[in-house]
């Protein structure tokens, strides 16, 4: 599966933004998709993840209640919303495919480019 995240960019503090992940492949839908993002100088940090029928989700602590990934397997693509953007969200932000639902960057042998979110203060 080929992956490409899109629609990262300048947002102040306190807005929101909505990435997204469009999947290539007739198999989108039995995947579990994740979300990471990382900084220079920084490991790679795990956001959230949702298994491939949509109904269960999991999230990083540090985005919990203002994050949230949702998927549209018709569509071949997953989501990530974002709300309550702080400076510290500043990040290149990453999808993520694989078969087995949690929060371990092992658990992900596919990757997509990933696409720049900067929040300003």
């Known amino acids: 599966v080929q992956l490409q995240a899109s629609g990262g960019g300048l947002v102040q503090a306190g807005g929101s933004l909505r990435l997204s992940c469009a999947a290539s492949?007739?198999?989108?839908?039995?995947?579990?998709m994740g979300w990471f993002r990382h900084t220079p100088g920084k490991e790679r940090e795990f956001i959230g993840a949702i298994d491939w029928s949509g109904r269960s989700t999991l999230y990083g602590d540090s985005v919990k209640g203002r994050f949230t990934i949702s998927r549209d397997n018709a569509k071949n693509t997953v989501y990530l919303q974002m709300n309550s953007l702080k400076p510290e969200d500043t990040a290149i932000y990453s999808c993520?495919?694989?078969?087995?639902?949690?929060?371990?960057?092992?658990?992900?042998?596919?990757w997509g480019q990933g696409t720049q979110v900067t929040v300003s203060s």
């Open positions: 993520a495919a694989g078969g087995v639902y949690g929060s371990s960057r092992s658990l992900y042998p596919y």
């Open positions: 492949g007739r198999t989108f839908s039995t995947y579990v």
